[in-house]
C-alpha cells in the first residue's frame, strides 16, 4: 500500500524527483491513466492525467533513493541481456560470475567482429578447397567428371566448332606436323650370302612410322633402296591421330628378292630439312595468335564464352583431383614412397583440431589438453591468441550453461533459407558451379534432362512457374496472397526446400507429370478400367 501510495502522487510532485541522467532513458511506455487523488476533493478540476516516470530509476522511484534508484535500473537493464536472468537464482549467478574469464593479455585482435576477416580472407583458399557454396565439398568432387554434373564446359565442343575458322583448323594441322617431326626408319630381312655372294632378301620391316611428313602439302617421302625402287605411303587423315602425317607402309617391294651385296633401305627426312628448325613452329604459334585475335574481334561473345567455360573446367578437374587427397581423412592408395600412408591430411586435421578446442578447452589439469595448447600457442600471433580466446570461451560457455544462460556465438555451417532455396531451385549460388544432370533412357537410348518448372527469385522469395507444361505462374506455398491479408493457410510452407519437388525438378531426373502427359495417363487408364469391364 505504500508503493501504491508513493505511485498515486500528482504530477507537480513527481516531476521535481526524476533525475537528470535517467532521462535520458525512455523505458517501455505504460500509456496514461486517469487517477483520484484521495487527498483532494473528486470535482473534475482536481482529476490529473498521471505520467509513468521516465528514467533509469523510475521502477523504484520512492523506494530507493535518486541516485540509488538510477544505478539499479542502469544496472538492471544491462543483465535484462542475458537470456533467462529473470529465473536463475542470484546464488547461482554469483558463482558463475566470479569464474568468467575475460581477453585479459589478449590485445592484438582489435576487430569489431569476432573472427579477423583479415586472417579468414588468407585461410579460407587454403582450407575451402570444394566445388560448393563458399568453398565446401560437394559428392561430386569426389566422384569426380564420371557425373560430369559441374562442368559448364560441356559445350566447349560446341563452341568451338562454332568459331573456328577454315585457315585456323588449317594452322592447328600444321602446327601438329612440325611438332611431330621425326624421321621414319625401316629394316631389312634377309639371308647370305650365298656361294655366288647374293643375298636373298626376305621381307621389310617399318621400325618407325617418324611423324611431320605432308606438312604444307608435301607428298610421302623418298623411299631408298640398295636392290629395288619402292615408295611410302602416309596418314593424311588428321582424325586418326595415330597415323596422321607418319609412314603406313612401303610399297613396290617384291619378296624374296636378291642383291649382291648388303642391302639397305632409308626414308627421307620429313620436310624442313635434316636439322629441325623451332622457328616453323614458332611461325605456326603467331599465325594461330593472329587468326584467335581476328576471331576474338569478329565473335567477341562466344569466344569470351568458350574462354570462361575452358577455364572453368580446368578448375574443375583441379579440385577433383585435390579432393581425394585432401577431403578423404587418409590418402588415396597408392601413396608417393616419401608420404606416410597412415598420416591425416591437410586441412582434414586443421578442421578437426579446431572443431575439438571447446573439448580440449574444458580439460584443466596439468599436463592436459588446455595447459598444453596454452603452453605451445604463440600468443604473440593472433592465431596463437585465437587459440587461447576461443578455449576462454569455451569455458565461459560451459559455466553459463550450468545455470541455463544459451549462448548466440555459435556460427551455422549452412547457408540461408534464401540461399538454400536458390541453390535448390535454380541449381546455383555465388561462388558454385551448376551442375547440368544428364541420363540415358533405356528403352530409346534418348538422352533424359531434368524438366525445371521455373525460377526462384531470390528477392521477393516467390517461385515463378516459367515452363508452358505445367501451367501455372506462381508456386502457392499457402501464404496470403494480398498484401495484409489474413486468408493464409495455417500450413504455409510446409514442405522443406529440400523435399519440394517444384524446386528440385531443376537439379533431378523429371518425377511428375506435364498437363499433357497426365491428362494421357488418365485417358490410359479409364481405357484400361472400361476393358476390365
Known sequence: MAILSQNLRVVSERESSVDSIGAA?????????????????????????QQFPVGFGSYLDGILPPDFATAAGAFAVSMQQIKNISSIPVEKFAQVVTSIETTAGL???????????????????????????????TMSDFFGC?????????DIRGLIQTIETPALYNIYKQLYLAVTWE?????????????????????????????????????APTVTCSWA????????????????????????????????????ISIAYPPGGVIFDNTIVQGYIDAANTEILAIQTSKQR??????????????????????????????????????????????????AFTDSIPQFALNTDPHMQAQTIEAIANICSPGGQSIVGMMRE?????????????????????????????????????????????????????????????????????????????????????????LGSFAGSAYNNL?????????????????TYTIGEAIDEVIRCNCDCWDLI
Open 394 to 482: 569455451a569455458r565461459n560457455q560451459a559455466r553459463l550453461n550450468a545455470i541455463g544462460v544459451p549462448l548466440d556465438n555459435n556460427i551455422s555451417d549452412t547457408i540461408t533459407p534464401v540461399q538454400n532455396k536458390e541453390l535448390v531451385a535454380n541449381g546455383t549460388v555465388a561462388n558454385s558451379p551448376p551442375a547440368t544432370l544428364a541420363q540415358v533412357n533405356c528403352n530409346t537410348g534418348d538422352e533424359i534432362n531434368p524438366n525445371p518448372y521455373g525460377i526462384y527469385d531470390p528477392n521477393n522469395n516467390n517461385y515463378y512457374v516459367t515452363n508452358p507444361d505445367f501451367g501455372v505462374s506462381l508456386l502457392d506455398t499457402g501464404n496470403a496472397e494480398a
Open 107 to 137: 590485445n592484438l585482435t582489435t576487430s569489431s567482429v569476432p573472427v579477423d576477416t583479415t586472417l579468414v580472407s588468407g585461410s579460407l583458399p587454403l582450407i575451402a578447397l570444394g566445388s560448393g557454396p563458399y568453398g565446401t565439398y
Open 229 to 264: 625402287s619402292a615408295t611410302a605411303t602416309i596418314g593424311t587423315d588428321d582424325t586418326n591421330i595415330t597415323n596422321f602425317g607418319r609412314v603406313t607402309s612401303i610399297n613396290g617391294l617384291t619378296f624374296p628378292a636378291t642383291s649382291g651385296s648388303p642391302p639397305t
Open 25 to 49: 532513458y525512455a523505458p517501455p511506455s505504460f500509456g496514461t491513466s486517469t487517477v483520484t487523488d484521495a487527498s483532494v476533493s473528486s470535482t473534475p478540476e482536481n482529476i490529473v492525467i
Open 183 to 219: 624421321r621414319a626408319t625401316a629394316s631389312v630381312q634377309y639371308t647370305g650370302p650365298d656361294g655366288f655372294g647374293n643375298y636373298t632378301i626376305t621381307g621389310i620391316t617399318l621400325a618407325d612410322p617418324g611423324g611431320g611428313y605432308g606438312r604444307e602439302g608435301n607428298p
Open 495 to 511: 514442405i522443406p526446400t529440400n523435399l519440394n519437388a517444384i524446386y528440385a525438378s531443376k537439379n533431378l531426373l523429371p518425377s
Open 302 to 351: 562466344l569466344s569470351e564464352q568458350m574462354n570462361s567455360n575452358w577455364n572453368d573446367t580446368g578448375t574443375q578437374l583441379a579440385i577433383e583431383q585435390r579432393a581425394l587427397d585432401t577431403g578423404l581423412p587418409v590418402p588415396v592408395p597408392p601413396a608417393p614412397a616419401d608420404i606416410v600412408p597412415d598420416l591425416a591430411q591437410f586441412p582434414t586435421t586443421q578442421i
Open 146 to 154: 564420371m557425373t560430369g554434373l559441374p562442368y559448364i564446359g560441356i
